[in-house]
């Protein structure tokens, strides 16, 4: 009997391509970057499983060019929102993805960008850097103090649990809002008290955004809640960029109505608008939250593994439907 066809989008860490080659008819992927939508389109015609990553868009039309034969959609990725999940579970076909594994790569690159927004470490090395810096100047650089503040936590799933811990070393307070209240047992593991969002975003001197893209938290902090936010408050974002209106961010950083961000995501990734790129105590990194050697080796066998479990008729360790 034939192998079955499967398509992976581009090379990945950690996932085992010449043992799923031995196994499965698997074109070589791309040398490198993402693969073509065009050829995506061609190549997953016949295939029983997609194994993709961000950007690939998998929609009804990718799904169509597979044909009845598709089983499984794996994503090397914790988050789905380009996976058309609806459509893929009308269908039967298995979504599957790779939390756990990141989680503390992501929650370590949240609160590097908080504190290096809270003191204007961008700013300070692009100084030294560019060769202006002159000496100990007592006004220079001043940021804005993270010990004992108040970090409110939007999204309490595990990145944030992971953010809310982290910060117990800074003696913060902490906020959270989420879809669901956590039972109580939890809170008190975080120490965290659960605050409606506009309360969240008035009472925190840092937000953090841990909200996976869904059609509920598209557009979530909108210019109406960067105005609820303080002057002196730091906005931090490693969920999707398009759960943040970045030209209202990057206006309310431009007229000082907040004090900074740390953004590692981006609404039309990857384009970053520009006055964000001007704006001060900002630090900006090119969604990186995953981007550990560790993470992301993990990433790739969990992806394999999830693909390979569906194909052999076994339940996929990280199934999404
Ligand atoms: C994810 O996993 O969803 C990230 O954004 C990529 O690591």
Redesign the pocket.
């Known amino acids: 009997m034939e192998a079955r066809a499967i398509v992976v989008t581009r090379r990945l860490p950690g996932v085992p391509f010449d043992a799923l080659a031995s196994r499965f008819r698997a074109g070589d992927p791309p040398p490198d970057g993402t693969m073509a939508r065009e050829e995506l389109l061609r190549r997953a015609r016949g295939a029983s499983g997609i194994l993709c990553t ?1 950007p690939d868009r998998v929609d009804g039309d990718l799904m169509n060019a597979a044909g009845s034969a598709l089983e499984v959609i794996s994503i090397f ?3 789905v929102n380009n996976i058309d999940v609806a459509e893929a579970t009308r269908r039967g076909i298995r979504v599957c993805n ?1 939390p756990d594994v ?1 989680t503390d790569a ?1 929650a370590d690159l949240g609160f590097a960008l908080l504190l290096a927004a809270a003191r204007k470490l961008p700013e300070a090395e692009r100084h030294i850097r560019e060769g202006r810096w002159t000496g100990w100047d007592p006004w220079g650089f001043l940021g804005v103090p993270v010990a004992g503040k108040t970090l409110g936590i939007v999204g309490m799933g595990k990145i944030g649990a992971a953010v809310a811990r982290r910060s117990r070393g800074f003696s913060m307070r902490v906020l959270y809002n989420g879809r669901r209240r956590l039972p109580p047992a939890t809170e008190a593991e975080l120490g965290a008290a659960f605050r409606d969002l506009d309360a969240l975003l008035a009472e925190s001197d840092f937000v953090v955004l841990c909200v996976p893209l869904n059609p509920e938290t598209r557009g979530l902090i909108s210019r109406e809640r960067l105005a609820r936010m303080r002057r002196t408050a730091v906005l931090v974002n490693i969920s ?1 960029g398009e759960v943040v209106a970045e030209e209202a961010l990057a206006e309310a950083l431009a007229e000082g109505r907040i004090f900074g961000a740390g953004i590692d ?1 981006y609404e039309k990734e990857p384009r970053v608008h520009p006055a964000l790129l001007a704006a001060k105590s900002t630090a900006l990194s090119p ?1 990186i ?3 550990t050697r560790d993470a992301r080796e993990a ?1 790739g066998r969990l992806a394999a593994e999830n693909l390979v479990a569906v194909l052999e008729g076994r339940e996929p360790p990280c199934p999404v439907n």
Do not use: E, K
């Open positions: 961000l990725a914790v988050g790779t990141l992501t999707r995501v969604h939250g995953s981007a990433m």
